[in-house]
């Protein structure tokens, strides 16, 4: 999770409070689902959730206390102007979209810019996928001469001094040169072109994503500041910026924020947009998940004091949440967010009413018996994630298939649920070959996921053992012969019998039969699957639905 940074002193002059010792100081940050991690002097280090991205800087925390310290609540209050900024946005296919806005009447200390860098790097990180997927941008606004242009030029015709330089470089430079294009100029560079902002006077203010422009450097002085995010998907770029404006109004005398008119081939807005998004919550809702007794008023003002802004429609709420909370998804997030206001430590104890004895489910235990049994037969145990990519699951594997998708996925390495775990298996295998000696023997439990059109959801899960064994001489004789044992634990009658998988060789391809029932398979695998993978040798691989075999 993301560990930040901050000035105890910078905190109080924000929040308007000041702690009495470093315990006060520790008991209010605890509260916001994060840990602190050291108390030192003035530094104080803070290990915060990565679903909460409005707390990467000390902004986020102070407003987030204003609130449970009833110094300032409900939707934090900022005022719009519209001065027709505008930015002409062109095609840039490696990057496409582009949000803006500008925040006005700052103030701005050598501290204030190290939380505003901060930000912006924990957020590179995380949801930009180290500015692979999202990238940021601040610059000076009273620099600038717009309208502003975002669009591809070409590397030998950029020139501008990028930060911290004496000198005007060409994008080639700036792209081989420096530390910063060495690192991210790889996502930049698109048939020898980058993006760049250019205002109207020609004045380049970056090469996106890789390194702003001297000239509009924020400073101690800058009193109005330009953001820009850049994305692959527009609504990453939206809330992005949404957590950018409200933390850095965090420091504005005003509270204002100016909108940038954006023209763009995707559509034309109004940027940024801060509006927020609503949802309805019962009463009866939060008392029952709380197991309290708290009133409406309660409610009410628990919901206040969490930042959200409150429509009372009887036994009924609408609560209005700021678009930088991106944690809330559901209506039990809102009840979260008054536990939290409420108190843990005010909520009673009490035993479960239910005379229930805990016991482990049987399924579970049969789990760990084959793990054993694996253990055994010389096998190692490895875990993947549930989530893995169609390059991984389809294309490598030449298994042209269906498969249970991510509708917004955050990374493009996870954008699938597993239905096979020997894939993964294949990828374990590829990353320790070199590590290889002999024969490779390890295995996985765990659930995968198919569709189904008889499931109520529309999906199928079962619990399945997966093996791989490879190696120099290994044959489908060798799985076969783990398949007996395995079987042989359960006294299980099975009949393995020839069929057809894309992936393996023809008549050496076996489905697993008990009682006329598929239960699995076994298989090796045919070269052009092993190659893909990166791997020299024969591999052999089986599926087992352990839930099926604990039925028998």
Avoid at 78 to 98: D, H, S, T
């Amino acid at each position: 999770m993301p560990v930040i940074t901050f000035k105890r002193s910078d905190l109080e002059d924000l929040l308007g409070k000041y702690f009495s010792g470093d315990e006060e100081l520790i008991a209010a940050l605890n509260r916001l689902k994060g840990e602190v991690e050291g108390v030192s002097g003035d530094d104080v280090t803070f290990e915060v959730t990565h679903d909460r991205p409005d707390l990467f800087s000390v902004e986020g925390i102070a407003r987030a206390l204003k609130g449970l310290f009833k110094v300032e609540v409900g939707l934090p209050k900022f005022n719009i102007v519209n001065n027709g900024f505008k930015l002409i946005a062109e095609e840039v296919p490696n990057r496409p979209y582009i949000m803006m806005g500008i925040v006005r009447d700052l103030r701005l200390s050598d501290e204030a810019i190290k939380q505003m860098i901060q930000l912006q790097e924990k957020l590179h990180a995380t949801y930009g996928r180290d500015r692979r997927k999202m990238a940021i941008g601040f610059y000076d606004a009273d620099k600038i001469k717009q309208p502003l242009t975002y669009r591809l030029e070409r590397l030998d015709a950029i020139k501008y001094r990028p930060l911290d330089s004496d000198r005007e470089m060409s994008g080639s430079e700036v792209v081989e040169s420096t530390e910063k294009g060495r690192l991210y100029g790889k996502y930049a560079v698109y048939d020898g072109k980058a993006p760049i902002l250019i205002d109207s006077e020609g004045k380049i203010l970056v090469i996106i994503p890789v390194l702003g422009s001297e000239d509009f450097k924020v400073t101690e002085r800058t009193r109005n500041v330009l953001i820009d995010v850049t994305a692959t998907d527009l609504k990453l770029a939206k809330s992005i910026l949404a957590v950018l404006v409200y933390n850095l109004l965090e420091r504005s005398s005003s509270k204002t924020v100016e909108i940038v008119n954006v023209n763009a081939p995707w559509g034309n807005l109004e940027s940024p947009m801060l509006n927020p998004i609503e949802f309805k919550l019962s009463i009866n809702f939060v008392n029952e998940y709380l197991g309290l007794n708290l009133s409406k008023d309660d409610i009410v003002n628990y919901l206040l004091a969490s930042r959200h802004d409150v429509i009372d429609y009887g036994e009924e709420l609408i609560v209005k949440i700021a678009p930088y909370r991106f944690n809330v998804l559901h209506s039990v997030d809102l009840v979260e967010d008054i536990a939290v206001a409420y108190g843990y430590e005010n909520i009673p104890r009490e035993l479960p009413s239910q005379p229930i004895r805990g016991a482990r489910d049987g399924l579970s235990v049969f789990t760990d018996f084959v793990r054993d049994l694996m253990i055994g037969l010389g096998f190692q145990e490895v875990l993947n994630y549930m989530m893995s990519n169609k390059d991984v699951m389809i294309r490598r594997t030449m298994n042209q298939r269906e498969l249970v998708e991510v509708e917004n996925p955050k990374s493009e390495l996870y954008t699938v649920i597993r239905d096979h775990i020997w894939p993964q298996l294949m990828e374990v295998a590829a990353r320790n070959k070199a590590l290889i000696e002999g024969i490779l023997k390890i295995f996985e439990v765990g659930y995968v996921i198919s569709p189904s059109q008889n499931s109520e959801v529309g999906v199928k899960e079962d619990l399945v053992l997966s093996y791989l064994i490879s190696g120099p001489e290994i044959t489908l004789t060798d799985g076969l012969s783990v398949l007996k044992s395995l079987m042989a634990s359960q006294g299980i009658n099975y009949l393995p019998k020839p069929c057809e998988n894309p992936s393996g060789l023809i008549e050496r391809t076996a489905c697993i039969y008990v009682d006329d029932k598929n239960i699995g398979f076994i298989m090796e695998l045919r070269p052009d699957v092993i190659v893909s993978f990166g791997l020299e040798y024969p591999v052999v691989v089986s599926e087992i639905r352990l839930s099926e075999i604990m039925g028998l």
